[in-house]
């Protein structure tokens, strides 16, 4: 089984930072690829930034040049999500998200649990 545990967040003042953390357990044969998404109240749940197995990423055009993706040097199935100059409307739960081909070699999408993140004064 596959499973997604995240950790970091909360309150964090504007133009604050703080960085969130998502390990994949479990099962794991491969991973492809490892990303943040973030819902707001009363908004769809929207990609925050990706990071491909080749190192490539994407991110939202709305933390460009904020946030920073990146993998843990020794621990490949860790990945974090550093958020600089926050703003208010960064405010969301953030879930993490991992393309994961498990033992049975079916690729599957997982999700993790969510962690709220609040960006206020």
């Known amino acids: 089984q596959v499973k997604l545990v995240e950790s970091g967040g909360g309150l964090v003042q504007p133009g604050g930072s703080q960085e969130l953390s998502c390990t994949v357990t479990?099962?794991?044969?491969?991973?492809?690829?490892m990303g943040w998404y973030r819902q707001a109240p009363g908004k769809q749940r929207e990609m925050v930034a990706t990071l491909r197995v080749d190192g490539s990423t994407l991110y939202a055009d709305s933390v460009k040049g904020r946030f920073t993706i990146s993998k843990h040097n020794a621990n490949r199935n860790t990945v974090y999500l550093q958020m600089n100059r926050s703003v208010p409307e960064d405010t969301a739960v953030y879930y993490c998200n991992a393309l994961v081909m498990d033992f049975s070699t079916t690729w599957r999408n997982y999700w993790g649990q969510g962690t709220q993140v609040t960006v206020s004064s």
């Open positions: 479990g099962s794991i044969t491969r991973i492809s690829l």
